[in-house]
């Protein structure tokens, strides 16, 4: 009976095949988007907030705010402020620091990695591999005061003579028998921060070179070295430059290391030996606390002008390295 | 016939040894009898010298381009000594100062009642040690589920900005540590009615830890398979439910070292606390009313006050701090090649 009755029923109509993501799905890809977006809507408002309250002294201030040498403010006679306010010498300070730290660290870095990749036992290969995450762990405090109490009297001796040999180019001068507290050993100090981050960026590169030509080269006669002149090293360029520039933007933007082993003074300084400095970072944490408002808001300015340039150097560092490491696949 | 012939065998290796032997010699003897000062002086010199002996053994018995091959070995090796040398020193130097002045006071008192200049026996770091764990759990708690989420929008949705996103969280990841500080202050304390205070603070450090999380999650979610994800689907699972109950739960482990890791590199970090924390010396169990301190706050007070009782100190929360984040390193260490035996 019912067998007829479902015979003479009317055939469903078929399904309807749609590739619609169900409700949940689609809360799930909102929530997942909007977080996802997270990312742009931070920087964006970083910037924004930095900006704005700092536009009070962009505009008061000018271009002078980048290229001026004097950090001071007071209230004249007549009650009104006077404010001459420029982070100039401290940019200064910046690169000669990072320059150091660059000079020192990147080669040691690229000789590791190269000495990771190609010739470390696999042994020492992952223990060192785990010193230097470790490394990169350590906290900025810590570099500092192992910079300040344990570095500074041997690289104050290095300094001496890089002084007494080296002393007639401009760079190695001094202008006073001064060489501890120097942006020679701050350069030191984020050296030693910066290592890690471009011996791994290096090590990956370099790890990623194709075997088949590293092959070739060796069948071809070649002993390790010339592998790593002919195949590696030119493989590798991109990815040593882009690590290279990461580490950069990490030793732009340190301060407390770089607070605590340097001699802050406000004064444009190109001598690396000398024991005077800055960067703009440990600029903006010696002034916080006796700033007045306007002066706090030149501060936020200038961590806008510290974020714009290592937003800059970090861009650039990915595309570069994205454009190494891809290139391998 | 030796059964690997690229290998260098006893009879070569031998001289090479007896060379940097006598070279050993050779820099002792200068170091001791001439001016030069200090243990590094031993190693300058020794690498030069060594290098330069072998060169010449080398060249005598192989010639050139077998000549160049061992320098350049000895200088990839300089290097990397180069970079080890610093990480025994820093946690050496760490031990032997740190180590005089842990005591059991250190971790039951607060510096209410102590200042910095105090005897080190006086006062404590319990006060810093809490706040330091709060932030850490705070910053965890805003982290961890965005870091995830992020990293799931780059590896499951594949959305269409999802290039533009990932460059973002690299450049995220290079803000340093000052401007998240600066623009929470900015954009918290000057904006709004809270005051520097624990929660504050770790808003500030999670701007830091996010794109640390994100990029070390991503990495784990790309291990998983893809047959899991089309095993999912094929089994009539929504997106949603494959993501929740089949790729998250099969990438647990890894996703645990991730925000392990971005807890150390949080857990030290000192310049954004300077803005947002305010500081404190007494104990106070609330991360969102009143002063809190931190590890770090703490240590860098006492570096800057600059006397011996106050370095000291700093250098007993350092090692503190440096156990902290030892211990957070090892577990996501064994986590993580726990996760790939797994695998």
Known sequence: MTLLENKSAEIPAPREITTKPRVSDRIFRLIVTSVGALSVTILTLIGLFLASRGFATFKEEGLSFITGFEWQQYTD??????????IGAMLIGTILISIVALVVAVPLSVFCALYLTFYAPPRIKSALVTVIDLMASFPSILFGMWGYFILMPSAEYWAKLLY?????????????????????????????????????????????????????????????????????????????????MLGLGRALGETVAVYTVLNIVYAPNFQVLFGAGGNVASHIISYWSDATEYETGALLGAGFVLFLMTLIVNFSADFIVNRAVTKGK | MPSKPWQRTPREILPSLAILFLSLILVIGVVEFTGMKGKLAYIGLFIPVGTAAQFFWSLYKYGMKAAKDVIASSIMMTGAIAVFLPVVSILL???????????????????????????????????????????????????????????????????????????????????????????????????????TSGFVASLALSILMIPTVTRASQEVLLLIPNDLREAGLAMGATQWRTVAMIVVPAAKSGLITASILGVARIAGETAPLIFTLGGADKLNPNPVNGLQSALPFYIWTGFRLGTQESVQRSWSAILVLLVVVLTLFTLARVLGSNSKVAK
């Open chain 1, 77 to 86: 006679d007549a009650g009104n402020r006077v404010s001459n306010l420029g």
């Open chain 1, 164 to 244: 007494k040999y080296l002393g007639w180019i401009p760079v190695f001068d001094v202008k006073a028998p001064l060489f501890q507290r120097s942006p020679f050993i701050a350069g030191l100090v984020l050296a030693t921060m910066i290592i890690p981050i471009v011996t791994s960026v290096s090590r990956e590169v370099f790890s990623q070179t194709p075997l088949d030509r590293i092959q070739a080269a060796y069948a071809l006669g070649a002993n390790k070295w010339s592998v790593i002149k002919t195949v590696a090293l030119p493989f590798g360029a991109n990815g040593i430059v882009g690590g290279s």
């Open chain 2, 93 to 195: 130097t760490t031990f032997i100062k740190g180590l005089p002045g842990i005591s059991i006071s250190l971790f039951t008192n607060d510096m209410g009642k102590a200042s910095f200049t105090d005897p080190v026996g006086m006062g404590g770091l319990l006060h810093s040690l809490v706040g330091t764990l709060y932030l850490i759990l705070i910053s965890v708690l805003i982290s961890v589920p965005m870091g995830l989420l992020t990293a799931l929008y780059l590896t499951e949705i594949r959305g269409p900005g999802s290039r533009f996103i990932q460059f973002m969280v690299q450049a995220m990841s290079g803000v340093p540590s000052v401007v998240a500080g600066l623009f929470i202050f900015s954009a918290v304390i000057l904006t709004t009615p809270l005051d």
